[in-house]
């Protein structure tokens, strides 16, 4: 399976990333860890919230998750793959690696 352009872009910007927090975890150990999933889990809420302000979104239902998720995603191509399942939101999509 080949990558499309959008994946390609996608894997290539959080590669930067994804280095920079394996340097610093080979330097300071699991702490790097620690505070890098402590901030993009404040990076992931601040996001978050964003969408919901821009969209109008005031619930905090599966619905209301289900929007932001998809709206999130919506530059890659996992944009609206989230559907709603009783009170569960449900991702489904192909993914592939070479």
Do not use: W
Request: charged share 15%.
């Amino acid at each position: 399976m080949e990558l499309t352009k959008e994946q390609t872009s996608a894997v290539q910007e959080q590669a930067q990333v994804i280095g920079l927090i394996m340097a610093y975890y080979r330097k300071f150990g699991d702490d790097a860890l620690k505070v890098a999933a402590d901030h993009f889990l404040n990076t992931g809420k601040m996001i978050g919230q964003n969408i919901k302000s821009n969209l109008n979104i005031t619930g905090t239902d599966a619905n209301a998750v289900a929007a932001v998720l998809n709206t999130f995603m919506m530059p890659s191509s996992m944009s609206g793959i989230c559907k709603v399942e009783g009170n569960q939101v449900i991702a489904e999509g192909e993914v592939g690696c070479q």
